[in-house]
């Protein structure tokens, strides 16, 4: 894991109030006049007024910054978008090209439509989605926390749309170069009890450098996300950033070089209307999405469309499985869900109840042990065990020891972890705030639990983490084996559909567990993984069969 801890509120505090230094023009100390500077840089007030409408086209790259050692260099993914934006920031249009490289190699295209409070996905995007509703098939109606963080991600990236809300406010005196833009008190803001975009001004060009936020990171908690502008053109009489380059916590996420730029474009106002959803607008949902935005597209940018309702637990199709007691064994118990491609297993040991990964977010988490509560076991959690540190497993962590418990992960990350939990976390709530978590490093192998309730953690070497991070159960008495990753349960019936790159990557993975198992001399008959079922294979051999492929 990169073990990188960035922003404090210290070094936030010297990115908003230091950015004047002793010879720069008096004329910064007053927003105001600082705020007429930009107007006129870019381009003047009628010209800004006069937009309504932008079109260009992208092409960039995007890196994961948590998912050491895969991929190399951290490069995910190369994309394309065209985009017709309405400059108040409430209608877009973006038909994206996507080409990832990690997980899975797999193109996506497909289109975003936001109108309002309605949004709508269009097109099959990837292999998986012809099998898996939730990862954004034609017609995905684009639930409330994906379409509020495209929505704040959109204005971001546009310092004309921004210009336009802050003209709508009062701009208050100050002595910075930093101008809240206002975000809260639009429609399309949260309320003033959340953080508000700013604009970050060059005291020279009057230019923006940035616009950034305080957010929230599912793991790394409070973070800032910035959009820094570069190469700026004259377009209309209006000045307008060519490079854009998105920055959560200090990491480059993506970067996006702009092209035929237009301003107020001809188009058909049709495009940028979508039919009413079968759902309903949720704001307290937006609320989450806005607040972690940049979650969705780290999904999207590794193959995946994730747009699932977190609370779902009961299955409602016949490709998902229920929540429910593991098969011959009254002791371990499954979370799962129809939307929800992450499960979490619960083991009862010893008095207590053991939990094995923490996907997505807190909120998840909370429906998790909400649904332990009521179909399991009401015993206290003693354990929460990371199976391996990528953010979609790790997301939920803080949840699932709300109610107490130690974390349990591989020796290479404790140290992380332990710096992780000391994060601030304060834009979105922190479950365990002001309790201290012990973290215990797993270093080979450690038993937990007597009888038929005994488990054992293994670290195990593989390409998919590094070393002494990936944690994998064993339980002899129902000669189990759970992972997840390694080896994923129902993706066997579209192997023929993956290509020769993922075939081999998936057997090669496959062929770790394998031949860790051989070398430990374990005794397994049945395989459960904590990523989604599509059928009810889990016999071993079916492993073992994917690791010879």
Not at 11 to 21: H, K, V
Not at 385 to 405: K, P
Not at 477 to 482: G, N
Not at 492 to 509: A, C, K, P
Request: charged residues 20%; contains cysteine.
């Amino acid at each position: 894991m990169n073990g990188k801890l960035t922003h404090s509120y210290f070094l936030l505090f010297l990115l908003i109030f230091s950015a004047c230094t002793d010879d720069e023009d008096p004329v910064n100390s007053d927003e105001t006049l600082l705020y007429e500077e930009m107007i006129n840089a870019i381009g003047g007030s009628t010209a800004i007024e006069n937009s309504g409408t932008i079109s260009y086209q992208a092409v960039g790259e995007a890196f994961e910054f948590q998912e050491d050692p895969e991929p190399i260099n951290g490069k995910v993914a190369d994309f394309s978008y065209n985009l017709i934006y309405d400059l108040n920031g409430k209608q877009s249009k973006q038909e994206w090209s996507i080409q990832t490289d990690y997980a899975f190699e797999t193109d996506l295209n497909f289109v975003e439509t936001i109108n309002e409070n309605q949004g709508r996905n269009e097109g099959i995007n990837g292999f998986f989605s012809q099998y898996f509703a939730g990862f954004g098939v034609s017609g995905d109606p684009m639930f409330s926390t994906k379409l509020a963080a495209r929505k704040k991600t959109l204005l971001m990236s546009s310092p004309l749309a921004i210009l336009k809300m802050i003209s709508s406010n009062k701009i208050q005196g100050g002595k910075s170069d930093v101008i809240s833009v206002g975000y809260n008190t639009s429609s399309l803001g949260l309320g003033s009890s959340t953080p508000d975009v700013e604009l970050v001004i060059d005291p020279k060009t009057y230019l923006p450098l940035k616009a950034q936020v305080l957010e929230n990171d599912p793991l790394y908690g409070d973070v800032l996300y910035e959009v820094v502008y570069g190469d700026w053109i004259e377009i209309n009489s209006i000045k307008y950033p060519t490079q854009l380059t998105h920055v959560l916590d200090g990491f480059t996420i993506r970067t996006e070089t702009l092209s035929n730029l237009e301003v107020n474009p001809s188009f058909d106002p049709s495009e940028l209307t979508v039919p009413e959803a079968d759902w309903a607008y949720d704001e307290n949902e937006a609320k989450y999405g806005s607040l972690s935005s940049q979650f969705h597209f780290r999904m999207l940018m590794v193959g995946f469309m994730e747009d699932f309702p977190v609370e779902f637990t009961d299955a409602t199709s016949q490709l998902a499985l229920p929540s429910e007691l593991v098969a011959n064994d009254n002791k371990v118990f499954r979370v799962s869900g129809d939307f929800q491609s992450h499960y979490t297993y619960a083991f009862q040991i010893d008095g207590g109840i053991l939990l094995y990964d923490s996907p997505l977010n807190n909120r998840r988490s909370s429906a998790v042990l909400e649904k332990v509560r009521s179909g399991f076991s009401s015993l206290p959690i003693s354990y929460v065990v990371n199976s391996h540190n990528h953010f979609d497993h790790v997301g939920g962590l803080r949840g699932n020891l709300a109610e107490g418990g130690e974390l349990i992960v591989g020796a290479g990350s404790k140290e992380s972890f332990e710096n992780i939990l000391n994060k601030p976390y304060t834009v979105l709530l922190n479950p365990i705030a002001g309790r201290k978590v012990n973290v215990l490093g797993v270093e080979g192998e450690m038993v937990i639990g007597s009888g038929d309730e005994q488990i054992i953690l293994y670290t195990i070497p593989t390409e998919h983490a590094e070393g002494e991070d990936f944690i994998i159960i064993y339980k002899p008495s129902t000669k189990t084996i759970y992972s997840t990753d390694l080896y994923n349960a129902g993706f066997g019936f579209v192997f023929d559909n993956l290509g020769t790159t993922n075939q081999e990557r998936m057997s090669r993975l496959a062929k770790d567990l394998v031949e860790f198992v051989d070398f430990k001399g374990l005794d397994v008959e049945t395989a459960y993984t904590t990523h989604g079922f599509t059928n009810q294979d889990f016999d071993f051999n079916t492993v073992r069969n994917f690791a010879g492929s």
